[in-house]
């Protein structure tokens, strides 16, 4: 576990500096922190600053984007009006039922 330090918190005079001073560059802020006695360097300020901006969205790993993978229907487990006129432009494309179900039948086949 990480030591708490006493001296002043480096990260917060960082911010700090940074919403008074937006523009600074990263050894502007080192320079202005040294005059007040606070050690840092730029590559910690970099981060530091970085880390700030991120603060506002949304933090942690990639995942599935939102609404993948879910399945239109209407609430009680049956098939939404929209996926059936999907599917049937898709029966209309492939010559009828029979061909879309023997299609379906392979297709169950590949995917077990």
Do not use: C, W
């Amino acid at each position: 576990m990480a030591k708490k330090s006493k001296g002043p918190n480096k990260s917060q005079a960082i911010r700090d500096y940074y919403n008074s001073h937006p523009g600074a560059k990263p050894k502007e802020v080192v320079a202005a922190l040294k005059k007040k006695g606070i050690v840092v360097n730029a590559q910690f300020v970099s981060t530091i600053r970085s880390v700030s901006k991120k603060k506002g969205g949304k933090i942690g790993r990639p995942g599935r984007p939102v609404g993948s993978g879910k399945r239109e229907t209407n609430g009680s487990g049956e098939v939404s009006f929209n996926s059936l006129i999907k599917v049937k432009a898709i029966v209309d494309e492939m010559g009828g039922i029979g061909r879309a179900r023997s299609a379906l039948t392979a297709l169950e086949r590949l995917v077990d």
